[in-house]
Nanobody
Framework: QVQLGESGGGLVQPGGSLRLSCAAS????????MGWYRQAPGKQRELVAA???????NYADSVKGRFTISRDNAKNTVYLQMNSLKPEDTAVYYC??????????????WGQGTQVTVSS
């Protein structure tokens, strides 16, 4: 079993910052890709930022220059530093990972989501 545990969401004023964390735990052999998605009310879930299977990073155009994804491979953890937050960044943020388990099965995992609200 593999679990993704997220933390760091909350309420912040426009222009503020938040840092999200996501730690993968359980029967992990290798993490192929890991990143963050978000879903605002009435909208589809969208990619925010992620490390791809090739090791590069992808960012949504709307967050480029404001958000930074980083990782600690030793801790199986990925971070999302969010600066210059805007009200339109308000959403539930989900961690996602493509993981090879110790049972040699590859599966796509999702965290439970953490709410980010940007409001004055």
């Amino acid at each position: 079993q593999v679990q993704l545990g997220e933390s760091g969401g909350g309420l912040v004023q426009p222009g503020g910052s938040l840092r999200l964390s996501c730690a993968a735990s359980g029967s992990i052999f290798s993490i192929y890709a890991m990143g963050w998605y978000r879903q605002a009310p009435g909208k589809q879930r969208e990619l925010v930022a992620a490390f791809t299977t090739g090791g590069s990073t992808n960012y949504a155009d709307s967050v480029k220059g404001r958000f930074t994804i980083s990782r600690d491979n030793a801790k199986n953890t990925v971070y999302l530093q969010m600066n210059s937050l805007k009200p339109e960044d308000t959403a539930v943020y989900y961690c996602n990972a493509l993981i090879l388990g110790t049972d040699w099965r590859t599966a796509d995992y999702w965290g439970q989501g953490t709410q980010v609200t940007v409001s004055s």
